[in-house]
Structure formats: C-alpha cells, structure tokens
C-alpha cells in the first residue's frame, strides 16, 4: 500500500534509536523554555506613543493651534507609520502626541519623530520654545510599585520630605538590579532652600528684587579657570565658591538704594524646608481599630524590554528586604502595591495546572475508552507536543501569558487527537490478528488514516492562522491564539506518528480489550451512534429534514444576538486586584479642596470589605498603568486632580469580582457630593487593549461653539440613560486667571523693561532656581530657589508694594513697587482644543454600567435620543459609526472608544472566518478530487453555533471575540471530524480489505453503494 508522508516517517522512526533520543531532546528543550520564557499577565502590545511638547507662551489657545499645533501636525502626519496624530492645545502650551502603528518599534519610531522635527527647526514661530520629544511605551508601564509610608505609631516622626530622601537613595539602589527599566517617584517634597523675600523688610532696607536675585545668582558660581604652577606643580585653578546651606545664604550682602550694604537676612527668610509642590500623597490601611492614614511616597518600577517581570519582580523585592535595617530604617514600612510579576506568575501558574488537569482528565478517559496502556501513551504524548509548542513559542518571542495559555488550553483538546486517531487505528489493525507483525501492521495502520490526518490537521491551522491578521490593538493581543495553537497541532501531528507508534510498540503489548476486530460488537457509543444517525440518513427525505431544521436552529440562534439573548462585548472582564478612582474637581480647585474630596472618596471605599489599602495622590497621578499610558493619566498634575488607588484582596480571598466591587463601588460615590464641573470615575483596568473611555463621542463640527454647544447636549442625552456612568468631556470650564497687564507708560517714564517686571513676578509666584547647594554625603543637592511661601501668592496690598527693581528719579535712586508698574485684570482662560488627524473635535465620554455593558447597546440608546431630541436652534448631528467626517459644515458625532477596536476585531475575525473557509475548501477538494463532498463536509458547520449560543444562554455569558475564536476553532475541528468519517465512509462503500470494519449493512439501502 502507498504509505504516504505518514507511513514513511512511522517505518523510518519505529525502531530507530534515536527516536527516544528525539523524545528526550523534546521534553528536555520544552522544559527549558518553560522555565526561561519570561511569563507576564497580558501579551505586550508596542505601541509607541510620541509626544511632543512645545511652550508657546503668550499665545492663547487658538493662536497656539495656528503658530504650533497644525505645523507641528503636517510634520508628524508625514512620518511613515503614524496611525493617529492627537494635538491638545491649552493657552502657552501646545502638545501633540503621535500614536504609532501597533507592532512599531518604540526606539526607531523616536529616531523618525526626532529626525523629522529636527529637519523642519527653521519653521519655528519666534516666541515658541524647542520642542520637548518623550516617546513612552510599553516597557515604561511600572511593573513593580513600592509605597513607603511609617507605621501608624510613628507617623507623628516622618515627613513627605523624609520620606522622598529615602525613596531617592532606595530608587538608586533598585536601580543596581539586573534588567530594571525606568524608575520614578511619586508623591513627597524634596528639600529645598528658600529664599522668601519680605516686601515690608525690602522698602525698609531700600532693596529691589531684582538685587537679590542678581546676588544669589552671581554668589553662586564657581567654575574652572584654568592652570597655575605652585611649587613646582600644576595645580587646577576655580573660580568662585557654591553655597551649601542657608547660613551661606544669609550672610550675603545685596546692594540697596541707599548705597550701604544689607544681608540678605536682613530683607527675606532663608529657610531649608520641602519644597511646596502643589502634590499629596497619602496610604489608607486598615488597622485594628478602622482605618489609619500616613504620609507616603511611591516608587514605580518598570522592567527592561524582554525581561521576564517574575525575576525582576523578585529581585527588586529582594534587594528591598536586604536594605530593611539599614537604609529603610526601624519604623518604615514598604508596601508592595503592585507586582505585576507576581500577578503574572499567579496567572500562569494557576493556568498551567488547568493544562495539567485537561492533560490528566483525557487520558483518564482514554484509559477507560481504549485502554490503560494507550492512555500510559497519550500521557507522553500530550506534555510532549505542549513543551515543543513553548519551545517554539519562545523562540518566535512570545511570553507565557494568559492569552497564549488559554490558546493552549483550548486546543489541547484538538492535539490530542491525532494521537488517539493513531492509537486506536494501530489498536484496531493489531487486533485484525492476520498474520502480519506488529511493526507492519503499526506502519499500515498509521499510513491509512495518514493522508486524511494530514488534511484534518492543515484544516485546523488553516481555520486558525487567518487569526493572526486582525489588525489594530487586538492584533498582538490575539497572537498568540493562532501561532501557539496552530504549532500545536503541527507539532501534535508529527508526535503522533514518531512518537506514538514507537510508544505503542513497547508498551501496548495486548490488543485492546474487547478487540476492535472486524467481528467485534459496536460498543455502547456505536449503538447509540446506530440508534440516533440511522433515522437521520434513512431517506433523502430525512436526511433534507434534518438539514433544514438544523438551518432554522441556525437563523434562531443568530437572532439571540439581535433580541438580546446573548450579550455581544470585545472581552469579558478580568478579576484583578486594582481598582483605580479619578478625580476632576472644576478648573481652578485648590489643592487643599482636592485632598480633602479624596478624603472623602476614601471614605467611602473603605465600607467595601474587599478592600485592604488605598493610595491617595492629589495635585499627581499613581504610578500609570498600561491604561493610564493611553490615556495619558502620567500628565495628570495639576492641583484640581486627584487619583485613589484601591488594592482589593487576593481574587481567593474575597467572594466578589473586581468588576462587581467596581460597580458597587461607583453606587456608592454618587451620593458622594460635588461641586458643579467635578466628575469621578471609578477606572478598570481594561482585560484588553485600553482606550481613552468605553463609551467615546467625538463631536465635529464648523467653529468652536457649535461643537460644544452639541456636546452639551449630548451630555445630557448621556446622563439621561441609566446604563451610561461616569459622564465628562473634554473642555471642562474655563480656568480663572489673574493677568498683570504691564503700564508700558509708567515702565518707559522709569527706565525699565517689561522683562524686568515678567521675570520679578515669575520669580515671586512660580519660583526661579539659581543653583544647588552641595550635600557631601552623598544625597542629592539642594535647589536655591527664590519664591514666596504658598500662603503669600495670592494678589494683596503686601504683593502689590514688592519693590521689583531700582530706578533713578531726579538724580536719587528710588524704588520701583510692583503695583506701580502693573494692572491687575481677573479673565479666563481660553476654551482648551482637543484635535484628531487634523480635525478640530469636543469628547464626550462615559462608561456602560448593568445588564448591557458593551458599547454597541450604549450607542443604540444614544442614537435613538439623539433622534428623539429636541435640538432647538442647532442643527441635528449626523452620526457615524467609523472614520471622520469629510464635511465639517455639519455637526457630527463620531463613535469612537472601544467601540472602534470592536468592529474592527469583528470585522477582521469574519474576515478570518471566511478566508478559513476557503482555505478548508481548497484543502479538502485536493484531498477528495471532488468539489461537492467538501460542502458536505462544511455542512456541520452551523452546529457549532448553535452550540456556542446555547452555552452563552445557559450561562449568562457574553459572546466576546474570544467566543469567537471558539467559533473559528471549532470549525476547523468539525471538518477535522467530517474528514475523517467521509474518508472512511467512502472507502467503507468501496469493496477492499479497508472496509472490513464498516460493514456495508451500515450504509442505508436508499443510499447508492
């Protein structure tokens, strides 16, 4: 008989010596990739993410966007490989923020951005600073925050600025730690020395500010000067002397008007204390009698591209408690708040022992379906094909993830049948008992169903590697499905004919019991099989009848979907255990408001019992996520927002999900009260690709106004519907400004400058820094900064007599105040702009909260009030579901969000299907030399469906994109199955000593033969 690529590899391998050899090089090469393939919780998704900051003081908003932002725009549009182009221009300051193509490499897409802004230099406006180029990805998220904050009991003896010297002195030490990335410190106030002019002391003394600035910054310089020989030697030569402490400081003399010499002591408060950063942060944890609440400091740690987070994890960890004694002193604690590495490990772990479980539940029904001994041999066979499926997968680069486990988690189920398709046909041909050896009849046995196990298994990958071309940022994260499966099942095929007859040849020495014999009874399975199949294929007549009941069952099960039966989302949630809570006080909040409605939230967050600490940044961000890095929440810093950070309970600990502590968690902040403008969100973290909101509205329209009179009344439309939380948008309120207008007359009339008079107040309000003052032991220098306290920048009688410089009037030096030379003027600010690939666009955004959560069911219900509202004067917005309007005369609503990532992965993954299809097509009609057996073959099909949407019916579950690769695999396994039978159906019809075990008494008489 033709033996076929199967039967060949079977004889040339079944008493081989090196196929134990080849057994042993397998496991041994699977089990080192296990342990060195780096495991983290998600697949890492590149998307580099390029912003570019420009200041443009003195602009407003709109002048900005015209000088900078669209300039800056057609720059960045031009770079091959940019998807997305955002630009979000605020007065003084423009920002533009090129999103890379998924897959991009962050470093060449840095190079690009650089290369190309540096090129067009010549183009900047005169007044507009040198751009500021940050490029953040993914190896930037911090895998590993620390949190240090005192004991309840010593909390009287720590400041924030105590606590930031040792976060600096530790982040240096974990910076010594093999493969650590990008650190950062949030929260705390470094030391700084302040000088704080007194106005009174200065009119007294006869002293201008601008003196004390040109003295601190003249006293303290100190620079090379060249060589001189002293004794014979070459010695360097300084020049100057840097001050290290506000003693040095104090003693300095500062010219005055009266021409005699004044200490700086004498005309200002010189103080080492924290600087006043408008930034709190504060940990929450429960103690024996409630809750207690400390100063605290937090340290992110982010790992190196390609490392593996469980290591680094654990190294950083170690190196904390080594430093427990002695550089993190008695009375400090050091909070793990996130360990990614650990979360990573939990989850891999946790999913390898279901794959061992799935591994033990088969072949214990392999024992009890064939026999004990061919389940000794599916037992090798299995974690065989497994670890030379991660062997590959480390090589191509994949990480042990929960994606790539659930891929191999599912199709254990498929690579274990070419196995046991080998192992029953060698079972079954040894026990025929005709005179053939058992070697011959393994070869045979394994060359007759050789051929259509070829085509079965090319069906399978053919059905699953169309996968691997969705496009946008489900791309990467679905991966790993088709490469790991579809390598699986190559693998499983070329195990099942080396490996599995060698192992069937020395440990299956009896038949089967009970035999499979030609002359053997059908078995349980096949009676019921006879019993159930026989009514189905008596006639044409039924058999069309089957066909067309299963095609209703079809079209019922699709309408599950449309009446709402069975849910549609991108991904069911995760159970995590980090909850975060943003906060957005009304432009113009103070930092002490802020902290204080933090307070609040925390508050609140504490009757949850799931939760066992909290950490509170006000005027700052927490350590950003992979969301909080698309969302840009690292930009988060002024003092109207805030963040909490809520850590829940090991998942085996607590009895609820994350997402149902999130949604009950947001019930309880909405009696939280706010003042008009705020809003809080109760922020997960995504089990997917992150977006900027669930529920995202782009509003276009012909000017400024219209799109934010539109998006105002979307808004409304969005807080009427009750399954729509967590409502804001992109423009907020105007900022409250104080402008001090120069007197251009008075200045000329007293010989100075309006540079003069800028710089005094930039000096007096933000702080000007003139130098460092050395620290020997080794900590970092002081800054020197001249600034007024927080509780003096408020514009009183005391600011407005400041002498800001010395003037000659009539012959005598005089003092000029700075409310002499300057107008006072309250104003807002300009309407900030947010703009999309060149378009001008407001935002409204939400999230979905109850029964429908995913955004299809939002937008049905937006569309229709969207319809049904009255818009009064302004015109009813066009709506569209995918790609910005061409006109933009017409107000347009844009539906963007996660949405957008939605129909993308299903348009893609239908897309998927269909080539599948095709491809299962082709395959089959090489194989069968026919082109109608392969739609018979298809035909089942449709069952899977109707399974699918059963399954998600009984157990309330949504169908998501991984139901559908479900959808897609089990395809490819129902035509797996269907080749199989035809081939042994059409040779069971054709007389031969192949169909001796289909008698032909169990083809239907109706039926040509």
Request: negative net charge.
């Amino acid at each position: 008989m033709n033996l076929g690529i199967s039967g060949r590899l079977t004889r040339a391998t079944l008493n081989s010596p090196l196929t134990p050899l080849m057994l042993l090089a397998a496991i041994a090469v699977g089990l080192m990739a296990l342990l060195s393939i780096p495991r983290e919780e998600e697949p890492q998704i590149s998307v580099p993410m390029v912003d570019i900051m420009v200041a443009a003081p003195g602009l407003s908003a709109a002048d900005a966007t015209e000088l900078a932002a669209k300039p800056l725009e057609a720059i960045v549009r031009s770079i091959d490989g940019v998807e997305h182009v955002y630009t979000q221009v605020e007065d003084d300051r423009v920002m533009v923020t090129a999103r890379f193509e998924v897959g991009s490499d962050p470093d060449d897409a840095a190079v690009r951005v650089h290369e190309k802004v540096r090129a067009n230099y010549d183009a900047i406006p005169v007044g507009v600073s040198e751009p500021q180029i940050v490029t953040r990805g993914i190896n930037d998220v911090p895998a590993v925050v620390l949190t240090l904050t005192p004991r309840a009991d010593t909390a009287g003896r720590w400041t924030d600025q105590a606590l930031y010297d040792v976060a600096t002195r530790l982040r240096t030490e974990i910076g010594k730690v093999e493969d650590v990335g990008l650190t950062f410190i949030v929260g705390g106030r470094p030391s700084e020395i302040r000088v704080e002019p007194d106005p009174a002391r200065m009119a007294a003394r006869g002293v201008a500010l601008s003196s004390i600035l040109e003295t601190i910054g003249q006293a303290h310089r100190s620079s090379p000067a060249g060589n001189v020989r002293d004794g014979g030697q070459a010695v360097s030569l300084r020049s100057g002397n840097r001050m290290t402490s506000p003693e040095d400081a104090a003693m300095l003399t500062v010219s005055s008007a009266t021409g005699e010499p004044v200490y700086l002591r004498d005309v200002a408060t010189i103080v080492q204390a924290p600087r006043e950063d408008q930034a709190r942060a504060a940990h929450y944890t429960r103690a024996d009698d409630g809750w207690s609440r400390t100063p605290a400091v937090s340290l992110a740690v982010a790992k190196r591209q390609g490392a593996n987070a469980v290591v680094v994890s654990h190294a950083v960890l170690a190196r904390v408690e080594a430093l427990e004694g002695t550089l993190i002193p008695e009375g400090l604690e050091v909070v793990v708040t996130r360990d990614y590495g650990e979360t990573a490990n939990e989850k891999a772990n946790e999913l390898l022992m279901h794959l061992g479980l799935a591994t033990v539940s088969i072949v214990v029904l392999i024992g009890f379906a064939i026999g004990w001994r061919e389940a000794g041999v599916t037992a090798v066979v299995i974690p065989t094909t497994i670890l030379l499926t991660l062997f590959a997968s480390n090589l191509m680069g994949y990480t042990i993830n929960r994606v790539s486990l659930f891929a191999l988690i599912f199709s254990i189920g498929i690579l274990v049948d070419d196995a046991i398709v080998m192992i029953e046909n060698i079972a079954r041909h040894w026990a025929m008992n005709d005179g053939r050896s058992r070697a011959q009849a393994t070869v045979e046995a394994v060359a007759e169903v050789g051929n259509p196990t070829v085509v079965a298994t090319l069906t399978v990958v053919a059905a699953l590697l169309p996968m691997l071309f969705v496009s946008g940022l489900m791309g990467p994260y679905m991966a790993p499905i088709p490469i790991n499966a579809s390598a699986a099942m190559v693998f499983s095929f070329f195990v099942a004919v080396v490996i599995a007859p060698w192992l069937m040849i020395r440990l299956a020495r009896k038949t089967l019991a009970g035999g499979h014999g030609h002359d053997q009874g059908e078995g349980m399975l096949g009676r019921l099989y006879r019993r159930v199949a026989t009514p189905v294929i008596r006639s044409r007549r039924s058999a069309w009848t089957f066909l067309i009941v299963v095609g209703i069952a079809t079209l019922l099960a699709m309408s599950m979907f449309g009446f709402r039966a069975v849910p549609v989302k991108l991904l069911p949630f995760d159970n995590k255990s980090e909850l975060q809570v943003v906060l957005d006080m009304p432009e113009g909040t103070s930092l002490e408001t802020t902290e204080r409605t933090l307070a609040a939230a925390a508050g609140i967050a504490q009757t949850l019992p799931e939760v066992v600490s909290m950490e509170s940044y006000a005027g700052t961000a927490t350590p950003f996520n992979f969301n909080g890095l698309v969302r840009h929440y690292f930009l988060r810093d002024r003092p109207e927002q805030g963040d909490l950070a809520v850590l829940l309970a090991p998942k085996h600990d607590r009895h609820r999900s994350s997402h149902v502590v999130a949604l009950d968690l947001r019930r309880r902040l909405a009696d939280l009260p706010l003042p008009a403008g705020a809003s809080i969100k109760v922020v997960e973290a995504p089990p997917g690709p992150p977006v900027l909101a669930t529920l995202l509205a782009e509003v276009y329209g012909p000017d400024a106004a219209t799109r934010r009179a539109v998006a105002a009344e979307l808004e409304t439309l969005f807080r009427a519907e009750p399954s729509v939380v967590d409502v804001d948008n992109s423009y907020g309120v105007r900022r409250p400004v104080l402008r001090l207008v120069p007197d251009r007359e008075k200045i000329e009339r007293f010989g100075l400058s309006e540079r003069e008079v800028h710089d005094s107040v930039a000096a007096l309000m933000g702080g000007q820094v003139l130098g460092y003052a050395a620290r020997d032991d080794g900590r970092t220098p002081v800054e020197i900064a001249v600034r007024l306290p927080q509780s003096a920048r408020a514009w009183t009688e005391q600011l407005a007599v400041m002498p800001v410089a010395m003037t000659t009037v009539d012959g005598e030096p005089r003092l000029v105040e700075l409310g002499e030379v300057v107008d006072a003027r309250q104003e807002l600010a300009s309407w900030p702009v947010y703009r999309r690939d060149g378009r001008a666009a407001e935002m409204v955004t939400a999230e979905l909260a109850g029964q429908f959560e995913a955004p299809i069911y939002g937008i049905l219900a937006i569309d229709a009030a969207i319809k049904a509202h009255d818009w009064k004067d302004l015109p009813q917005p066009e709506v569209r579901l995918n790609g910005q309007p061409t006109d933009e005369t017409v107000p347009t609503v844009l539906w963007d969000g996660e949405w957008e990532i939605t129909w993308v992965t299903f348009r893609d993954m239908g897309a998927a299907f269909g080539v599948a299809l095709l491809g299962i097509y082709v395959l089959v009609v090489a194989q069968f030399k026919d082109f109608r057996i392969p739609l018979v073959i298809l035909t089942p099909i449709p069952l899977t469906l109707i399974g699918i949407v059963l399954g998600h019916m009984l157990f309330g579950a949504p169908f998501t994109a991984t139901s559908m690769i479900g959808f897609i695999a089990l395809a490819g396994i129902i035509v797996r199955y269907s080749i199989l039978l035809v081939d042994f159906i059409r040779h069971a019809r054709t007389p031969g000593p192949r169909s001796r075990p289909w008698p032909r008494s169990a083809i239907p008489p109706s039926w040509p033969r």
